[in-house]
């Protein structure tokens, strides 16, 4: 154990609950007051389907992490809501803050503990993702338990701590497709220090890299999705893609810009610097981890337009916590640093976009209101939902017992057309029309931010489904008053061609019957 200044286990406990309280004061309004997203719907939608069905839409259809749709489905099992699906994430930042003051106080004592909680609580990352309804949280969750468990495994290798730590590993994968190059570092740094003594306790590790191959199988199929290969011509990103990547990923873990930005960088730079003699392994990981799926996206090749974002390196928040952590506790003057660092949060900028803002209009409460209960009323069983829509989330959980078709690549796109029960019933289209007028359209009705366009059934295949909807957006396009926001009229572009790509994939073509 390193040496720093010493905390009363109650005093530390009470600044621990107090940076959790902060947490939920600031994301326990946004659950109902912020917008619902595009991108939320698709674990709604996905989780209220059946079990069987949710696992294969996410790891076959879909191809990808299962964990956080499993989690979603377990929640409707008593709330299908759009709040529930919230209230999962404030769950996990909250475990996350916790956890990352035990990782600090295991590594450095309880000074560094708490500043560890202090700065999770405060981070832009959390205060965004802390109620988006993704995997995001609980991917800072999982990353924070697999260290934890990483470093006291380190400590005292047993076959218990291993089996622990391994089965902690096991999340990683299982939470996000870019939690399987985490845990291959971890690994990486596990056998660099194991060298095959002892033996016995590390049978567990082999179970949970067995374990591990459906969820490899899974990232696979994602690959192909997003057209990964070396065929392709383009890449994932660019050098300054994966530059801005990480500073902002860096920025939404703490001082978000200007003054208070370089102070915490300066303080995980020196908690770097302190942990590189004591903890070396520790620092490798982070480190590595965390640089290491930007800079892998620039020798990535693929199809499809670069899709970086710094939610994706959220699993490295609770590694710059403890950085921080170790730094904040060899400052002397207990428990002023702790003060200090917390003044210095508080007058942190955010340091990352939410991805709602852009939402507002068509994904407000009031928007969404009046078409989600229409649908509440239309919608039955065996009827298709064209594509995921927040409209849809906020209709739950009667748009739980229709099929959603997602509208991001042609793959899952068929793949879900393949799943449906044929006849199908019918299919309801939804166009975020916002602020911008729309003339009469067949079979439409207009709500204002939203057209929801219901084409009758039955449709008896896939290529009858995708000519529905291919019909209702052309109808829609048609009638908008001008001029057309650039944004919309991207969004109608873009779900026509995955719509006409996957026609032309059944051997049919958009504008034919």
Not at 148 to 156: P, S
Not at 173 to 200: D, F, K, Q, T
Not at 357 to 364: E, H, M, N
Not at 492 to 512: A, P
């Amino acid at each position: 154990m390193l040496r720093s200044a010493s905390l009363p286990r109650l005093a530390a406990w009470g600044a621990v609950v107090g940076a959790c309280a902060y947490l939920l004061v600031e994301l326990v309004p946004d659950i109902r007051s912020k917008p619902l997203y595009e991108d939320e719907a698709v674990s709604g939608l996905i989780g209220a389907r059946p079990f069987g069905e949710m696992v294969t839409t996410t790891m076959w259809d879909r191809g990808g992490a299962p964990l956080h749709f499993a989690l979603v489905h377990l929640a409707f099992v008593f709330d299908s809501s759009p709040e529930a699906l919230r209230w999962i994430s404030v769950v996990f930042a909250v475990g996350a803050v916790l956890l990352c003051y035990d990782l600090g106080r295991r590594v450095d004592g309880r000074v560094a503990g708490v500043a560890a909680a202090i700065v999770a609580a405060a981070s832009g990352m959390l205060a965004v993702y802390g109620t988006f309804g993704r995997m995001y949280s609980l991917f800072a969750f999982a990353a924070a338990l697999a260290v934890d468990l990483f470093v006291r495994c380190v400590e005292r290798p047993t076959t218990g701590t291993v089996a622990a730590a391994s089965a902690a590993a096991w999340l990683l994968p299982a939470v996000h497709s870019y939690g399987g190059i985490v845990v291959v570092v971890e690994a990486l740094i596990a056998l660099v220090l194991w060298r095959g003594r002892p033996l016995r306790p590390a049978w567990p590790a082999a179970v949970a890299a067995l374990s591990m191959i459906p969820l490899a199988v899974a990232d696979l199929r994602l690959a192909d999705r997003f057209e990964l290969g070396s065929e392709q011509q383009g890449r994932l990103a660019t050098w300054d893609d994966a530059h801005d990547q990480l500073e902002d990923a860096l920025r939404g873990f703490g001082g978000g810009s200007g003054w208070t930005f370089v102070v915490f960088v300066a303080l995980a730079a020196w908690g770097v610097a302190i942990l590189l003699r004591r903890r070396p392994e520790l620092v490798a990981w982070g480190l590595i981890a965390f640089a290491g799926p930007p800079l892998l996206s620039t020798l990535v090749r693929t199809g499809r337009a670069p899709d970086l974002s710094p939610r994706h390196l959220i699993f490295a928040l609770p590694f710059f916590a403890a950085f921080v952590g170790v730094a904040v506790a060899r400052i002397p003057g207990r428990p002023l640093p702790l003060v200090g660092l917390a003044l210095v949060a508080a007058f942190s900028t955010q340091g990352i976009a939410d991805p709602r803002l852009y939402t507002a209009v068509v994904g407000g409460r009031s928007a969404l209101a009046a078409p989600a209960a229409w649908l509440q009323g239309e919608v039955k069983d065996n009827d298709v939902l064209y594509p995921y829509s927040s409209v849809y989330l906020a209709a739950l959980p009667q748009a739980g017992e229709a099929r959603g078709l997602p509208r991001a690549q042609v793959q899952s796109l068929l793949a879900a057309l393949d799943h449906l029960d044929y006849p199908a019933g019918n299919v309801f289209v939804a166009v975020p029309v916002g602020t911008t007028g729309v003339g009469p359209v067949e079979d439409g009705q207009d709500f204002g931010s939203w057209l929801l366009i219901r084409r009758a059934g039955p449709f008896n295949d896939s290529k009858s489904v995708l000519h529905a909807v291919d019909r209702s957006l052309a109808d829609a396009r048609t009638k908008l008053e001008p001029p057309v926001p650039t944004h919309l009229a991207a969004w109608f572009d873009f779900n026509r061609e995955v719509v006409c790509d996957s026609l032309s994939k059944l051997g049919s073509q958009c504008g034919t019957e």
